[in-house]
């Protein structure tokens, strides 16, 4: 947020250069040298022009424009807080390739014809198709109308009517209660059930929200108290996605860092969140631990012995747990399943599940739906204690509800069709595609980053994201210090600059001192990714020759 402060202050100076030009511009008298006087009939005409310009001659120039008072939100009167933030997915390196995007739309001539934005996992601008039911749905509840149109399956129409009869008025475009949509809420607990093969789950316990982030950020809210020794530290992973730091600057709160092992395919490792977790106690009250399963950026997928582990850690020195869950279906490797933290704490025994605070979050943004715009997300709250519930509903209520569409969106996710209904097999057909491209594509960045000197990818077992390890020659950092940049970040600028491709360094996610990583998206469609990669591969050896 500090370097997009310091981007913003040159055109903010532009900015009231342009306005004082205005000023001055204001100031003139109206008449041009050039201005032709048209005189009446004879010369009276002439002579009653000439005394009007004589008399505006001889009035008093106008007063000087009144100078501004300063300004009462600078950076430094803000919120420190909010000055502390930095979201690197969106940060100083997208600003530029907006730059580059604006002097080709003018016609200024680059080694590259497009910019390509692998830097966010938004899917379908990457090219990502709509799954046809859920838009169907949607449609249908935006503009019921519809619902007389034979062109719209009975299955869609269905869901439609139900959700419909669950908003004020009938109209997607109430609002609803604050913790959501009730009928939705209770297809999200049938959905959790299904999905983890019969454990229960409560209505009550569901909160729709406005993507996965809102909720993570509700509760972060309801965690961080305290001051000095006794403030709330929040332990999180290395490579972590920024949502997590920006929140917790924004809170004031502590990060605690534990860093994944990048030598292990980024594995969890409990001793590693002992360490972190033991060295925060000296300056903090380390009570919330972060997981992100499938990871983001790294990619891994937990195995049901690390969920344990982690369960039985939080458990014993009474953590509180969230599970970011929303690439649960996004898992690709050989080997590898999804586990939700909620089926693992329930088969642990009641000792665990009565115990354990856990809230888990999923979203629509991601899987194989990729409906980001949609805002769409649910959150589980497992042991919240029931006046903390009261406070929950109450800090939710002041931004009203999330938005009804997306809860909409998010009521097909976990309500889609089943065998015995008519738009069963294009959904499945749709899912399959895409999820199947997914992990395609998955295999093939991991097998052409490795064939490149310099870089190093783990196996992308899930998300995603790949997050290659770069090797950067002294020559190159010394390169960085002397822009004022991290290392990474001037390869990622470099990159962008010649190849037009952007990504994000890995700087902005975190990761060991001496390393250095970016993190990219496998969304752009396959022969786009080819290029892609390509392109890096070339841009690479050729900045490892530069630097050498």
């Not at 809170?251 to 605690?256: G, H, K, S, T």
């Amino acid at each position: 947020m500090q370097r997009l402060a310091a981007a913003a202050a040159p055109r903010a100076a532009a900015g009231m250069g342009g306005g004082a030009g205005r000023r001055a511009l204001a100031g003139r008298d109206g008449f041009s040298p050039h201005r032709t006087p048209r005189p009446g009939p004879g010369s009276a005409g002439a002579a009653r022009w000439s005394s009007a310009k004589a008399s505006a001659a001889q009035r008093p120039a106008p007063a000087p424009a009144p100078a501004r008072r300063e300004r009462i939100l600078t950076l430094e009167s803000m919120n420190p807080q909010v000055k502390a933030v930095e979201y690197a997915v969106r940060g100083p390196i997208v600003l530029k390739a907006g730059e580059i995007e604006m002097q080709l739309r003018q016609g200024i001539k680059k080694p590259f014809t497009e910019v390509i934005k692998a830097n966010i996992g938004d899917a379908h601008a990457m090219g990502q198709r709509p799954i046809t039911f859920l838009r169907q749905v949607v449609a249908l509840c935006t503009y019921p109308d519809l619902l007389d149109s034979p062109s719209f399956p009975e299955d869609a129409k269905n869901r439609a009517r139900r959700i419909l009869q669950g908003c004020g008025g009938n109209s997607l475009g109430s609002y609803s209660a604050s913790q959501g949509v009730n009928c939705i809420r209770e297809d999200v607990a049938a959905y959790i059930e299904r999905r983890d093969g019969g454990v229960p789950a409560d209505p009550d316990n569901i909160y729709l929200t406005t993507g996965a982030s809102d909720g993570i950020a509700a509760i972060l809210k309801l965690l961080v108290s305290g001051g000095g020794k006794t403030r709330t530290g929040v332990m999180i992973p290395i490579p972590q996605y920024p949502l997590y730091s920006a929140a917790i600057s924004e809170l004031d709160a502590i990060q605690v860092n534990y860093y994944l092992d990048e030598e292990n395919c980024w594995a969890l490792d409990v001793n590693e969140l002992g360490r972190s977790l033991n060295e925060a106690k000296a300056y903090c009250n380390p009570k919330v631990l972060c997981i992100i399963n499938p990871g983001n950026p790294t990619g891994q997928v937990q195995s049901r012995q690390c969920i344990e582990d982690v369960i039985h850690f939080a458990w014993e020195e009474k953590l509180f747990l969230l599970a970011d869950e929303v690439y649960q279906d996004n898992v690709y490797s050989e080997g590898c399943q999804f586990h939700s933290f909620k089926k693992i704490l329930y088969e642990m025994g009641p000792e665990y599940y009565n115990n354990v605070e856990l809230v888990s979050f999923h979203s629509t943004s991601k899987g194989y739906m990729g409906e980001c715009g949609y805002r769409g997300g649910y959150m589980e709250v497992i042991n919240l204690h029931p006046e903390i519930k009261g406070q929950l509903v109450k800090l939710l209520s002041v931004r009203l509800c999330p938005p009804v569409s997306g809860q909409a969106a998010m009521d097909i996710v976990v309500n889609p069709p089943v065998p015995e209904e008519e738009s069963y097999v294009q959904f499945i057909k749709e899912k399959e595609s895409v999820l199947n491209n997914l992990a395609k594509k998955a295999k093939l960045t991991e097998d052409l980053f490795n064939q490149v000197p310099g870089i190093h990818c783990n196996p992308l077992q899930g998300a995603m994201y790949a997050f290659p390890r770069i090797f950067i020659p002294s020559k190159a950092i010394e390169a960085a210090k002397g822009n004022k940049m991290a290392p990474d970040m001037f390869y990622c600028m470099k990159l962008l600059e010649e190849t037009g491709i952007c990504v994000v360094p890995g700087s902005g996610f975190g990761q060991r001192e001496g390393s250095y990583h970016f993190r990219m998206t496998i969304l752009p469609p396959v022969e786009k990714l080819k290029i892609l990669l390509e392109k890096v591969k070339d841009f690479h050896i050729k900045f490892l020759e530069e630097y050498a």
